[in-house]
């Protein structure tokens, strides 16, 4: 059986000691995970990260990467300096960057492109508003965020994890339930079959509000393949135990 994924997702929350502290705690409480875990950091903390997760059984995650390979991108940062930095997964598309930084359709794909291109596994998010979801457009939008990637990324598009976050989800406390989740997750699966035969390997996460209290209930889901954690994965306790509802 497909191995889960739980990620967290830190946003720009930390520092030098907060982080020491959190990975520390973590690390304490884990032993042998069932499932893939990753933290996803702020960028300038990789190289601490780095450090302290070396060896362990937790990934490393950017929450980004530049579109471009290289050159006069000031204040960017490539997939070939993640991959420096023991990068294993980049976070694509989220929705506070397609919110707060403009990000389309199109621009997210090409960073999923370049992160394949350095050997990381690129998380690429998907999910609609409140209001798209209450016009009924919460297929459509999810199929046209994810078609744009499939159409640039061809052949590889095996190699990618999706994560479906509802973006009245995120941060606030909603969660989707478990059966709306799963039918979101479904109907990503019928496209990913679609594109290629080897779509069951695809990890399929999901995120907003997931939490210690209803993480198992949602990774029950048979189409649920794992969590994008953002405010309880600064909790060492809570991430831990959306961890242990893997197994
Ligand atoms: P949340 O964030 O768990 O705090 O809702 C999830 C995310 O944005 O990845």
Known sequence: MKKKLIAGNWKMNGNLTANAKLLGDILAGLSQPACDVAVGVPAVYLAQCQSVLA????????QDVSSHEAGAYTGEISAGMLKDFGVRYAIVGHSERRQYHGETDELVAIKAQRALASGITPIVCVGETLA??????????VKRQLAAVIHTNGHCISEIVV??????????????SPEQAQQVHAVLRAQLHAATEHSARI??????SMN???AAALLVQPDIDG?????????AQDFLTIIAACA
């Open 227 to 235: 969590g994008l954690i953002g405010g309880a994965a600064l909790k």
């Open 212 to 214: 210690a209290a209803n």
């Open 203 to 208: 990890k399929l996460l999901y995120g907003g």
């Open 163 to 176: 994560a479906y976050e509802p973006v009245w989800a995120i941060g606030t406390g909603k969660t989707a």
């Open 55 to 62: 060896g362990t059984a937790i990934d490393l995650a950017s």
């Open 132 to 141: 798209e979801r209450e016009a009924g457009k919460t297929d459509e939008v």
